[in-house]
């Protein structure tokens, strides 16, 4: 029973195309995040949504945009993609402030 | 913002050795995690300790919160235990988003 997934696990794609990551965690929790790891291995947050509400929006462009459809599931979706992009971005979800559990990541390559 | 510093950034081991993997944060914490990446980039959930004692098999961890540090503690090191260690705080009033620091980078030797 995996309790955070994500698909696709590995996106090839080219610069100035739309993708789109689908995240879904069967934990019961809350709040669900999307996170992006650099080359550098550096983890950041981007967003993270509460019962379907965006309560983070970090300084992410707006060519990113996060949607959930329902407590259980958030996906993200990138319009024009840039060189840039290319990272691994991971799903989280979690309770209030206790534990959170991440996904197995997407490495996406923007060619 | 708050800061979180990992230490040290890189660490080699022979197999069996033990090892402290240190973790200071500039601010008070409701909640810090432990994670190990390993080679495949999968994210393992090691402890959630913001603060106390917690042990699990080789693994133990302390979070001392009023001087604002957490230890990693691994010992008998395998070569499994290679991988990047995280540790993660969250302030308890920024919706819940975990500020991460720059990870150990260990690697074990047979």
């Known amino acids: 029973d995996t309790a955070v997934s994500q698909t696709p696990k590995y996106l090839v794609t080219q610069m100035g195309n739309d993708k789109s990551i689908k995240c879904e965690q069967n934990?019961?929790?809350?709040?669900m995040y999307w996170y992006k790891q650099d080359s550098k291995k550096f983890l950041k947050i981007m967003f993270s949504y509460n019962n379907k509400e965006l309560i983070i929006n970090e300084t992410v462009p707006n060519r990113f945009s996060p949607k959930s459809p329902d407590k259980a599931h958030l996906n993200l979706h990138i319009n024009s993609l840039e060189l840039g992009d290319s990272a691994v971005y991971f799903c989280?979800?979690?309770?209030?402030?206790?534990?959170?559990?991440f996904g197995p990541g997407t490495r996406l390559t923007v060619t | 913002g708050i800061q979180v510093e990992q230490s040290p950034p890189d660490l080699i081991l022979q197999e069996g050795a033990n090892s402290t993997l240190r973790c200071n944060f500039s601010d008070s914490v409701n909640n810090l995690q432990w994670f190990h990446q390993n080679p495949w980039g999968q994210l393992i959930n090691l402890f959630y300790i913001p603060s106390g004692t917690k042990q699990n098999g080789r693994l133990s961890a302390t979070t001392v919160a009023t001087e604002r540090y957490s230890l990693l503690y691994i010992s008998s090191s395998q070569t499994t235990d290679s991988g990047v260690y995280f540790c993660?705080?969250?302030?308890?009033?920024?919706?819940?988003?975990?500020?991460f620091g720059q990870g150990t980078e260990l690697s074990v030797k047979p």
């Open positions: 934990l019961g929790h809350d709040t």
């Open positions: 989280a979800s979690g309770q209030g402030t206790y534990e959170q559990y």
């Open positions: 993660a705080v969250d302030r308890g009033n920024q919706g819940g988003k975990l500020i």
